[in-house]
C-alpha cells in the first residue's frame, strides 16, 4: 500500500467528523503556491505565464502558516512554480511538519539534489516529482532535454536519504499507454513510495493549446495504461479515482476539496481556473457561486476536465464516507483490474514521436530577477 497507514488514518478520521458535523463542504487538502517562479517553461503549463514584476513575488512563512490554519486541511500540497526557489521553503516545511500537515511538496527535481541537505526526513513530508514519463517523453514535455535525468538523480539521492518520494506524471494527448505502463516499471525500481498521475487541464495560458484531452479520451487511455497491472506498481492516490479515470465510476467535480492561496489571495473557484480570489477562506467557501462550476453546470471551461484536485477529493469523500466506497477502496487496492479490452487498446497505433516544442535554459531571464 502506497499511502502509509497513518496518514491514511488521519485523513479517515478527519472525513468522519466532517461527515458525522454535517459538514457537507470542506478542504482535503490546501493547494499552497507560495510562488509562480519556475526553472522551467513546460508548453502545457498555465501556471507561470505572468510578468517579471509577478514572478518576483513570494508569500511568506508567516502568511502560509496562516493560510494552513485558516484552512484546516489535514494535507497540504506545495506546487507551483517551483517551490525549491524560495528562499525560505525549508523554513516553511518545517512550520508545517510541526503543525502535523502532511506535505507533498511539488517539485521538478532541478534543485533537489542540491538542496536535500537542508530537509530532515518526515512522515509528513513527501517530495512529489514531476516525471511526466521515460526520458524522451519527459523531456518532451517539460520542453528541456537533460531534464529526466535529473530528475531521476534527485529521486534517487532523496530515497536514500530516507525520504518520501512519489513521481507526479501529467499525461497529455498523444501520450503512449505502452511507453506509460513501461515508466511505471521504472519508477518502481527507484524506490518510490508511489506514482501520483492525472491527465492535463487545458489552461488558457498553456503555450501548447494542441496537446489537451476530452473525456472520451482519457478514458480510453488511462484504460490501456492501469487495466491489467502489475502488483509492482504502486499509486499514491485514491484508487476510486483511477477507476474514474479509466470511465468505471462516474463523480462530480469538488472543486472545494483542493482550494488554492497563492499571492493574490484565495483562488476562486479552484486551483486550475481563476475566476477571482477572495480575501479569506471563509469568504471563498461561502461566496463563491459553486453552482456555476463542473461538468454538470455547463461551465466549458470544465467540461473536459477530469484533473486529480478536483476529482480526487470526490472519490476519498466517496471511500471514506460509506461502507460501500470503502469497500471499493479496498478491492481497488490489491486489484489488478484485468480487462481484454484494455489489452486490445494497448495493441493499437498511438500518434506519438512529436518534436519538441521549446527548449527552456533552466535559470533563463528568471536568474536576473
Known amino acids: 500500500m502506497a499511502v502509509p497507514i497513518s496518514q491514511m488514518a488521519t485523513v479517515a478520521g478527519y472525513v468522519l467528523k466532517k461527515r458525522f458535523t454535517g459538514v457537507k463542504r470542506y478542504p482535503l487538502v490546501l493547494?499552497?503556491?507560495?510562488?509562480?517562479?519556475?526553472?522551467?517553461?513546460?508548453?502545457?503549463?498555465?501556471?507561470?505565464?505572468?510578468?517579471?514584476?509577478?514572478?518576483?513575488?513570494?508569500?511568506?512563512?508567516?502568511?502560509?502558516?496562516?493560510?494552513?490554519?485558516?484552512?484546516?486541511?489535514?494535507?497540504?500540497?506545495?506546487?507551483?512554480?517551483?517551490?525549491?526557489?524560495?528562499?525560505?521553503?525549508v523554513e516553511i516545511v518545517n512550520g508545517l511538519i510541526a503543525r502535523?500537515?502532511?506535505?507533498?511538496?511539488?517539485?521538478?527535481?532541478?534543485?533537489?539534489?542540491?538542496r536535500l541537505p537542508e530537509f530532515t526526513p518526515s512522515k509528513y513530508l513527501t517530495f512529489s516529482v514531476h516525471l511526466d514519463g521515460q526520458r524522451d517523453d519527459h523531456d518532451f514535455s517539460v520542453c528541456r532535454e537533460g531534464g529526466y535525468e535529473i530528475a531521476v538523480e534527485g529521486?534517487?539521492?532523496?530515497?536514500?536519504?530516507?525520504f518520501r518520494v512519489t513521481t507526479n506524471a501529467t499525461f497529455f494527448d498523444g501520450a503512449d499507454p505502452n511507453h506509460a505502463r513501461a515508466f511505471f516499471d521504472e519508477v518502481m525500481t527507484m524506490g518510490v513510495e508511489g506514482i501520483v498521475l492525472s491527465p492535463?487541464?487545458?489552461y488558457e495560458k498553456a503555450p501548447d493549446q494542441n496537446r489537451f484531452l476530452g473525456r472520451a479520451r482519457v478514458r480510453r487511455m488511462f484504460r490501456a495504461i492501469l487495466?491489467?497491472?502489475?502488483?509492482?506498481?504502486?499509486?499514491?492516490?485514491?484508487?476510486?479515482f483511477l477507476?474514474?479515470?479509466?470511465?468505471?465510476?462516474?463523480?462530480?467535480?469538488?472543486?472545494?476539496?483542493?482550494?488554492?492561496?497563492?499571492?493574490?489571495?484565495w483562488q476562486r473557484p479552484c486551483y486550475l481556473l481563476q475566476d477571482g480570489y477572495a480575501d479569506s477562506f471563509d469568504e471563498l467557501m461561502n461566496s463563491t457561486k459553486w453552482e456555476e462550476y463542473g461538468v454538470a453546470s455547463g461551465n466549458p471551461k470544465c467540461a473536459n476536465c477530469m484533473v486529480s484536485c478536483g476529482y480526487?477529493?470526490?472519490?476519498v469523500i466517496d471511500g471514506f464516507g460509506s461502507l460501500k466506497g470503502f469497500w471499493g477502496m479496498i478491492r481497488g487496492t490489491f486489484s489488478t483490474y484485468p480487462d481484454q479490452h484494455g489489452l486490445d487498446l494497448l495493441n493499437e497505433a498511438m500518434p506519438h514521436g512529436k518534436p519538441l516544442v521549446q527548449i527552456a535554459q533552466p535559470e533563463r531571464e528568471l536568474a536576473k530577477m
Not at 502535523?100 to 539534489?113: F, H, M, Q
Not at 487495466?227 to 499514491?236: A, E, G, Q, T, Y
Not at 477507476?243 to 489571495?265: K, Q, V
Open 155 to 162: 529521486i534517487k539521492e532523496a530515497v536514500k536519504r530516507g
Open 312 to 315: 480526487e477529493p470526490s472519490a
Open 243 to 265: 477507476e474514474f479515470l479509466m470511465g468505471d465510476r462516474t463523480y462530480e467535480c469538488t472543486p472545494w476539496g483542493s482550494p488554492a492561496f497563492n499571492i493574490f489571495g
Open 31 to 89: 493547494m499552497l503556491e507560495p510562488l509562480f517562479r519556475c526553472n522551467l517553461a513546460c508548453a502545457g503549463c498555465g501556471k507561470v505565464q505572468y510578468p517579471p514584476h509577478i514572478l518576483k513575488k513570494e508569500l511568506t512563512p508567516e502568511e502560509c502558516f496562516a493560510a494552513v490554519e485558516e484552512c484546516g486541511a489535514p494535507m497540504v500540497s506545495i506546487p507551483g512554480g517551483e517551490p525549491l526557489l524560495h528562499p525560505r521553503i
Open 227 to 240: 487495466s491489467n497491472r502489475k502488483k509492482s506498481w504502486k499509486f499514491n492516490m485514491s484508487p476510486l
Open 200 to 202: 492535463g487541464y487545458s
Open 100 to 114: 502535523k500537515k502532511y506535505i507533498y511538496l511539488c517539485t521538478n527535481a532541478l534543485e533537489l539534489k542540491k
